[in-house]
């Protein structure tokens, strides 16, 4: 089937089969990377993206289900200067990554938490971020970063 989407503000048309999973057509088909592929099965999160500015596991949509929809990826967070978006820079600054599969969707996810909940408390981040899984880390740092990037005013 026939689908048509814009990625990080790009648009993007290709025949995949009806079946074609969204995370499979921004890696295969858009070339984006970003997105990891984890457990297929909507529980570690690393496939988290933006689709219409909302947060979903992209291994439980169908690109057909997409078709006509915006999709943003951590690719796309990053201003038209190269500058990272604030959470971006809050996960660098509050080293709040270790092997680093885990960290594009934790981004993305904390993305959609911060637009939702700008100031979030500690446990609303730890809460919002039930969905990820990170085995490496512990969480810590990466709740850090989220209420460091909710200080910097990042939805303000």
Do not use: W
């Not at 025949?15 to 990891?36: G, I, K, P, Q, S």
């Not at 981040?125 to 039930?130: C, N, Y």
């Amino acid at each position: 089937m026939k689908v048509e989407l814009t990625v990080n503000g790009k648009e993007i048309t290709a025949d995949v089969e009806d079946r074609m999973l969204l995370v499979h057509f921004l890696r295969d088909v858009a070339e984006l990377t970003a997105t990891n592929v984890g457990c297929d099965t909507t529980s570690c999160g690393a496939c988290t993206v933006l689709l219409d500015g909302e947060s979903v596991k992209s291994c439980t949509v169908l690109a057909a289900q997409a078709d006509g929809h915006s999709v943003t990826t951590l690719e796309g967070l990053a201003s038209d200067t190269g500058d990272m978006h604030p959470v971006q820079k809050a996960f660098h600054e509050e080293h709040g990554l270790q092997c680093g599969y885990c960290t594009p969707g934790m981004v993305m996810a904390i993305v959609s938490l911060l637009k939702e909940n700008p100031s979030p408390s500690e446990a609303e981040v730890r809460t919002g971020l039930e969905g990820n899984i990170c085995r490496c880390t512990g969480y810590h740092n990466i709740v850090r970063a989220a209420l460091a990037a909710a200080s910097s005013g990042v939805n303000k």
